[in-house]
């Protein structure tokens, strides 16, 4: 149990459009997922914090008119970057927060990620 | 501010133990210790966790130092498949609406 999937894996588009990037908690309800972001060789820097029903918690620095985030449910968040340009290129990846019994729990799982080049 | 100090990088050779050391000198009380790992181009993958006792589960083992300012994760017989770049991370249980920090982790590279 306890999967994230991100959709798509990976997507190259055109400087100027805006890219959707799904993150959906497979088997599991999330109240709460993350953001992150990471240009190769280094760490991942997290960019926001989605809460389901209510507006994301941006960190410094991330503008959220370009990085539009969507929880519109339980087991759905979306990341729109819109406008892209070749500086946002990068690995996109999102977390889900699961609240259940055990020793797990209220812990984080990762999607896969998702890579963004934009030409 | 950075809570955990591990090397940049290590090297491993197959079917040896790999022990990957982290100091988090400044760890609370309330506070465990977590180890993910993430392989090139896929997202962080848990390994273990724990407070103060040692812990082992069918990935790794984890040894905390009795003061709890250090702590190594053992992979007991690494693989090729076990190169990544591994975190150690310090945060109170059940937060889960707060969100892992990481740091620059260790690269393991296990050699054949």
């Known amino acids: 149990g306890a999967v994230v999937s991100q959709h798509p894996s990976w997507v190259i588009c055109k400087s100027g459009t805006s890219v959707k990037i799904e993150c959906r908690s497979l088997?599991?309800?999330?109240?709460?997922m993350f953001w992150y972001r990471q240009f190769p060789k280094q760490s991942l820097m997290l960019m926001a914090t989605?809460?389901?029903?209510?507006?994301?918690?941006?960190e410094q620095g991330v503008e959220k008119d370009k990085f539009l985030i969507n929880h519109a449910s339980l087991t759905l968040s979306t990341l729109t970057v819109t406008s892209a340009h070749p500086e946002d290129s990068s690995f996109y990846i999102c977390?889900?927060?699961?609240?259940?019994?055990?020793?797990?729990?209220?812990?984080?799982?990762f999607g896969p990620g998702t890579r963004l080049t934009v030409l | 501010d950075a809570k955990t100090t591990q090397p940049p990088s290590m090297d491993c050779a197959e079917g040896r133990a790999a022990n990957l050391p982290c100091n988090h000198s400044?760890?609370?009380?309330?506070?465990?210790v977590y180890w993910y790992r993430q392989i090139h181009s896929q997202g962080p993958q848990y390994i273990i966790h724990?407070?103060?006792n040692n812990e082992t589960n069918e990935m790794a083992s984890l040894i905390i130092t009795e003061d709890r300012k250090s702590s190594t994760l053992i992979l007991p017989h690494a693989t090729l498949r076990d190169t990544a770049v591994y975190y150690c991370?310090?945060?109170?249980?059940?937060?889960?609406?707060?969100?892992?920090?990481f740091g620059k982790g260790t690269r393991l590279s296990v050699i054949a």
């Open positions: 989605s809460n389901e029903g209510s507006k994301a918690t941006y």
């Open positions: 400044t760890i609370s009380g309330n506070e465990y």
């Open positions: 088997d599991f309800q999330a109240t709460t």
């Open positions: 977390s889900a927060a699961r609240f259940a019994g055990g020793r797990m729990a209220n812990e984080q799982f």
């Open positions: 991370i310090v945060r109170p249980r059940n937060s889960g609406n707060t969100p892992l920090v």
């Open positions: 724990g407070l103060k």
